[in-house]
């Protein structure tokens, strides 16, 4: 059974920094792109960060240079490390997975994936 399991959101001041872990179970016969998706209030979802199975990594605009997405197999863990945090930032953050590839994909649809987690909520204040 597939499951996802977000954690670490929280409150911070912009110019602060969180780090959010998501705890997966997956298909071990499979091979995976996770990604990082978020939804503020009123606004559509959108991609944050993905990376494939080989380790590639993708970034949305927005947070390039400030958020960087890692994953640690042997924890089942997938990390979305934020740092420089803008109040535009806030939102509630969602892990994803899809035995797919292509990383930017995602991002651009901003969706697209099989598997979701139920999000947690950063909030940066100014």
């Known amino acids: 059974q597939v499951q996802l399991v977000e954690s670490g959101g929280g409150s911070v001041q912009a110019g602060g920094s969180l780090r959010l872990s998501c705890a997966y179970s997956l298909y071990t016969y499979a091979r995976y792109c996770m990604g990082w998706f978020r939804q503020a209030p009123g606004k559509e979802r959108e991609g944050v960060a993905t990376i494939d199975s080989d380790g590639s990594t993708s970034y949305a605009d927005s947070v390039k240079g400030r958020f960087t997405i890692s994953k640690d197999n042997a924890k089942n863990t997938l990390y979305l490390q934020m740092n420089s945090l803008k109040p535009e930032d806030t939102a509630t953050y969602y892990c994803?997975?899809?035995?797919?590839?292509?990383?930017?994909?995602?991002?651009?649809?901003?969706?697209?994936?099989?598997?979701w987690g139920k999000g947690t909520l950063v909030t940066i204040s100014s």
């Open positions: 994803a997975a899809d035995r797919g590839y292509g990383g930017s994909w995602y991002i651009r649809r901003g969706g697209g994936m099989d598997h």
